[in-house]
């Protein structure tokens, strides 16, 4: 069973940063070989892709994230992170962290970033 544990989450002021974190889990699961994503869900919207970290380390970002986030990861502990600054308010979601492409199987309970204005 893998398990995707977010963290990091809060609340920020605009123009603020927050680092998150995601903890993979699970013996049938290879971190080290997946592609991992951060992703995001406004309220009442789909689901949308922010960054995507592949296994040698390139990175992939969504226009609204480019030059504002970045994705890293650490295979050693089993994690991957989003670093997100310059945050404005539509950066308010709950985000969360899946392989890329995602699988159905591994969503997490994701964690919230609220930016006030």
């Known amino acids: 069973q893998v398990r995707l544990v977010e963290s990091g989450g809060g609340l920020v002021q605009a123009g603020g940063s927050l680092r998150l974190s995601c903890a993979a889990s699970?013996?049938?699961?290879?971190?080290?070989?997946?592609?991992m994503g951060w992703y995001r869900q406004h309220p009442g919207d789909q689901r949308e892709l922010v960054a995507v970290?592949?296994?040698?380390?390139?990175?992939v970002y969504a226009d609204f994230a480019k030059g504002r986030f970045t994705i890293s990861r650490d295979n050693r502990k089993n994690t991957v992170y989003l670093q997100m600054n310059s945050l404005k308010p539509d950066d308010t979601a709950t985000y969360y962290c899946?392989?890329?492409?995602?699988?159905?199987?591994?969503w997490g309970q994701g964690t919230q970033v609220t930016v006030s204005s």
């Open positions: 899946n392989r890329y492409p995602d699988s159905s199987d591994y």
């Open positions: 699970g013996s049938t699961f290879s971190f080290s070989i997946n592609a």
């Open positions: 970290i592949r296994s040698s380390g390139s990175t």
